[in-house]
């Protein structure tokens, strides 16, 4: 392994925070238009002659084809096929492989003949999302071992899920007709409870141990729920609420948008208290981050904004990076912004570590794009790659955001789009069609 120092980039900082930001803020539409980065093998960027070709990552080819759908979940990747993602009635298998190491494990005839739109394991039990044409979709679940057939069920995919149940949305469904929460048990698909609401109501995921969600009724009304419980912990009232509502970290904020502007009303959480209210001119969209920093950014793209969650106030303002997200106590940038003829887009690969409350760069590593998924160690440990799409060649590397520093995995060949990370594994489909599986060394 070869660990590369790059060293931290001297940044002048964010401009000057502003108490009313003059562009309008709207929800966070992310655009991502792939730049192909030249592989830098021999001097030039990284500093170092061309690596040889032993230190390539070791591969093992899935043996399934170009129309199959893979899942990857947990210490398993799990393979459906063919034409998953198309209705079909032809019969259909699912194949079980082990994550990592890429050994098949099982194969087993699938009983579905729609279009599969997702698959999760919730425990010893797999969870089809399925779609066939105009009907409602069905949720279908099947033994994690054999694919039997448990249970299914008309419904949206899970907005609540766990080995011991899983809870149902509506959402989406004809704008008449109410929002319903249906809760099953995972194992055996039992009702345990079901609520519904006005419709034109809509739900907000709360916490990330999916033990809280959030409804906002058509009508300025938001009430947060124990789905566990089936109980409602708190309810507010307010006007505002019918423009919009979401969730930073442990703040729940409305937003009432109009032509002059926005009215933003923040709320404590899990009580629903209110914390303090702003106007923000031409209006404000979330676009997340977390607890030390609310972040948004302007319809335009050509500029991002750290909000202090306590008090609303604008912390900092950036023009070079349009996407913000949480890595422990910092914060990661992912993508330069570059203004073009009609609007800003993010065109470039980059990843630098910033601080959540200053905006300043604490380090820049370079023209790297992050491989999206779960690994190990959460979200302060991540995994980069420089991609040379004409070749199908990449440098895989980890990156500690913690201890701001970036570990070379190794090389990849013949790579070709739709690459995922889930563990310790790298799965990626391939310029031939097929798809390969690396077992990535990452540190303890």
């Known amino acids: 392994m070869v660990s590369i120092d790059l060293g931290v980039v001297s940044d002048p900082g964010p401009e000057p925070p502003v108490s009313r930001p003059r562009p309008r803020l709207t929800a966070r539409a992310r655009r991502w238009t792939a730049a192909a980065v030249c592989l830098v093998l021999a001097g030039g960027l990284l500093g170092a002659s061309a690596r040889p070709e032993s230190d390539a990552l070791p591969e093992v080819r899935l043996s399934f084809g170009p129309t199959d759908s893979y899942y990857p979940a947990g210490d398993r990747l799990y393979v459906v096929g063919p034409h998953a993602q198309v209705p079909s009635a032809e019969p259909r298998t699912i194949t079980a492989y082990s994550a990592p190491g890429g050994e098949r494990l099982w194969q087993r005839p699938l009983a579905i003949k729609g279009a599969l739109n997702g698959l999760s394991e919730a425990g010893d039990t797999l969870l089809l999302h399925v779609s066939t044409g105009d009907q409602y979709p069905m949720m279908v679940a099947v033994d994690a071992e054999t694919a039997e057939p448990r249970w299914s069920t008309d419904a949206f995919w899970p907005v609540v899920m766990n080995a011991e149940f899983v809870v149902t949305s509506s959402e989406g469904s004809a704008a008449e007709e109410p929002l319903t929460w249906e ?262």
């Open 183 to 444: 809760a099953l048990r995972t194992g055996t698909g039992e009702r345990l409870w079901r609520r519904e609401f006005p419709a034109g109501s809509y739900t907000i995921h709360v916490d990330q141990h999916g033990e809280q969600l959030m409804v906002v009724l058509p009508r300025g009304r938001a009430e947060l729920w124990d789905v566990r419980a089936n109980r409602m912990l708190a309810a507010v009232e307010a006007p505002g609420l019918s423009g919009g509502m979401g969730v930073a970290g442990r703040v729940a904020l409305s937003i009432d948008s109009g032509p002059d502007g926005a009215d933003v009303t923040a709320y404590t959480l899990p009580d629903l208290r209110p914390l303090w209210q702003r106007e923000f001119a031409d209006g404000l969209g979330l676009a997340g981050c977390g607890s030390a920093v609310i972040c948004a950014a302007n319809q335009d793209q050509d500029r991002t904004f750290g909000l202090d969650p306590a008090t609303g106030e604008v912390l900092w303002e950036n023009r070079r990076y349009g996407w913000y997200s949480e890595a422990g106590s910092l914060l990661l940038a992912e993508g330069e912004i570059q203004q073009g003829e009609t609007s800003a887009l993010i065109v470039t690969d980059s990843l630098v570590v910033v601080d959540a409350r200053t905006g300043r760069t604490v380090k820049d590593f370079g023209s790297w794009q992050r491989i999206y998924g779960d690994t190990v160690h959460g979200p302060s440990r991540i995994v980069v790659a420089h991609f040379d799409r004409e070749a199908g060649t990449g440098l895989v590397a980890e990156v500690d955001v913690d201890a701001l520093s970036l570990r070379v995995l190794g090389l990849v060949h013949g790579i070709g789009s739709d690459c995922s990370v889930e563990r310790d594994v790298m799965i990626c489909r391939m310029l031939d069609g097929g798809t390969v599986m690396w077992d990535l060394p990452i540190a303890p």
